[in-house]
């Protein structure tokens, strides 16, 4: 059993930085938690707030259930991974990943038992008498990764681990470590700025912005049905296209988004037609992922700006109106792109704009 809770934890620097702010959430047993969001958001504040290396201003901690900032670091039971891996340079692969065991006193029998083991899961068993010198850098992460490990921690907190790394050996990684903490059982923190990463390795992703936390939820659910406008646009690729539309109500039996000179038609039988009903006359933003739209409708049209070739499927960037559009691109024309398989509009913050509150089951 391992579970965090984290409730109304605001920190605030002696300089008036508010680096969280106000954040409540709670870690599942076995869980993977990825925190996402861009340089400064709070994420690995939040995350030393959780290993114990901060205190938060306000709020509390729990670990299992209990109350749990009293309780010192190296109580916690808990192991971080950190982006420059911080392994020993004069020590082997062995010697760092032992290094703990060491340290808690573990018989030296029992030591290279567990390396031994641990080794051979992370792939690594051929390289223990190396130095970290003569590893390469993935290698070395696993060397991290493997010394984190090795104690059986209740809990891993990962902070960007894999952000020194090529863009090749990020993707192989991430999928390794997705496995390898979900084979462990291990309840994970894991910070990224990367979505991509924090889609592929997630159970479920806590998306931060200036130390508040926008969204929680399944890589489906904050892809599919994003609470935020900056959620929405923060997940996936190509960004989403965020349109700015009127609503229009034909006699009662057909729904039409005005966006700039044109129309864009939504199916009655689609559920969200029926909510978005509600706001005849009325401007919202939408939000259509290039997934949504395919070319050869007669809808939307625009003229192309240019194509990107992504080898499975190509990518056309439309002017239309003032906003360009992002399409699929089979074999057809790609001027004239209509609603396929539906849109999202959950966006609840927009002062500015009215925003609509509906949902792919209505
Ligand atoms: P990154 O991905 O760049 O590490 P982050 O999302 O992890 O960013 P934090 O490191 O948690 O962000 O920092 C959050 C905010 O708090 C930033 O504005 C940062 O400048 C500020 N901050 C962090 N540590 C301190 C400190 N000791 N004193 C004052 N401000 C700090």
Known sequence: ??????????????????????????????????LLGPSGCGKSTLLRIIAGLEDPT???????????????????HVA???QDYALYPQLTVAGNIAFPLRLAG?????????????????????????????LSGGQRQRVAMGRAIVRRPRLFLMDEPLSSLDSGLRAELRAEISSMVRDLGATTVYVTHDQAEALTVADRIAIM???????????????????????AALLGTPKINLLEAVVHVYDGSRVALRIGEQELNVPWDDLRARALAHYHGERIVVGLRAEALVAGGHELRGRVRYVEHHGHESLAYLDIGAFAVVI????????APKLDRGFLARFRKRPDVQTVATTPEG
Do not use: C, H
Request: glycine share 10%; no cysteine; charged share 25%.
């Open 328 to 335: 699929d691109d089979p074999t057809g024309p790609v001027t």
């Open 1 to 34: 059993m391992s579970t965090v809770g984290l409730q109304k934890i605001t920190k605030a620097f002696p300089d008036g930085t508010v680096a969280v702010d106000n954040v409540s959430l709670d870690v599942r047993d076995g869980e993977v938690m990825v």
């Open 209 to 231: 912005r200036r130390g508040v936390l926008q969204d929680v939820g399944t890589p489906a659910e904050v892809y599919g049905r994003p609470a935020t406008m900056y959620v």
């Open 58 to 76: 306000t709020g509390q901690l729990l670990l299992d259930g209990e109350p749990a900032l009293d309780i010192p670091p190296r109580d916690r």
């Open 106 to 134: 573990v018989s030296v029998e029992e030591q290279s038992e567990r390396v031994a083991d641990v080794a051979a899961a992370l792939g690594i068993g051929e390289l223990l008498n190396r130095k970290p010198s003569q």
């Open 80 to 82: 971080m991974v950190f």
